[in-house]
């Protein structure tokens, strides 16, 4: 079946530091890649998406590349600002299972904090 | 566009007791999703709907769970006979079409059960 494993949190950085939150992921078909971040009291929102191989999905300064070759969707940021602290989820949806349902499997979820 | 909204955002009930949530998804999204997401975990797929047919349930769906589409517009979770290990986020998420596989997620529901 499909899995995400992610990093295990929390993660605590300072403001401006580099972040990278790793991501991979088993699938039985060609699965498209997500992060979805979650700021404390809200829902689920898309961050980036990849739909497939060599794909880099970016927004918010935020990048992952979808590498098929390891099996990774890892999420990175040059430079974090204190808003950015929230749980991050890497998520697969994988096309081929069953029809089109395209539900999603999510990894855990990684805490991030970003102190001033 | 006004997102997919979700009804209570929260509720507290005793164990035993019925429950129903409620989703509108956005107006166009013909696919409707709902997940479980407990405390420190990612959320878990529990049923998909294409416009009113309920195509896939998961195992997590056990027989006191029952979700509708009726009219494929908005849907309704409801638990019967609540228990405690039924505490969790809700949540409900919309996708546009066959070819677009982007889900966008409501502010979930956040049940406690007592």
């Known amino acids: 079946g499909n899995s995400v494993t992610q990093m295990e949190g929390p993660v605590t950085l300072s403001e401006e530091a580099f972040l990278t939150i790793n991501c991979t992921y088993t699938?039985?078909?060609?699965?498209?890649l997500f992060w979805y971040v979650q700021y404390p009291g809200e829902g689920l929102q898309l961050l980036l998406k990849?739909?497939?191989?060599?794909d880099k999905g970016s927004n918010k300064g935020f990048e992952a590349t979808y590498r098929k070759e390891t099996t990774s969707f890892h999420l990175e940021k040059g430079s974090v600002q204190v808003s950015d602290s929230a749980v991050y989820f890497c998520?697969?949806?994988?096309?081929?299972?069953?029809?089109?349902?395209?539900?999603?499997?999510f990894g855990k979820g990684t805490l991030l904090t970003v102190n001033p | 566009d006004t997102g997919v909204s979700q009804d209570p955002r929260h509720k507290i009930t005793k164990r035993g007791q019925n429950v129903t949530f409620r989703c509108d998804p956005i107006s166009e999204h013909n696919r409707l999703y709902w997940y479980r997401q407990t405390l420190g975990q990612g959320p878990e797929f529990l049923t998909y709907?294409?416009?009113?047919?309920?195509?896939?349930k998961s195992r997590l769906l056990s027989d006191r769970f029952s979700a509708e589409r009726p009219k494929g517009s908005f849907s309704t979770l409801e638990i019967q006979r609540t228990e405690q290990g039924d505490s969790a986020m809700y949540l409900c998420?919309?996708?546009?079409?066959?070819?677009?596989?982007?889900?966008?997620f409501g502010p979930g529901t956040r049940l406690t059960v007592l």
């Open positions: 990849a739909t497939k191989a060599d």
């Open positions: 699938a039985t078909g060609y699965p498209s």
């Open positions: 998420a919309s996708r546009l079409g066959e070819y677009t596989d982007t889900q966008y």
């Open positions: 709907f294409q416009n009113e047919a309920q195509l896939e």
């Open positions: 998520a697969l949806s994988d096309r081929s299972s069953g029809g089109s349902n395209y539900k999603l499997t």
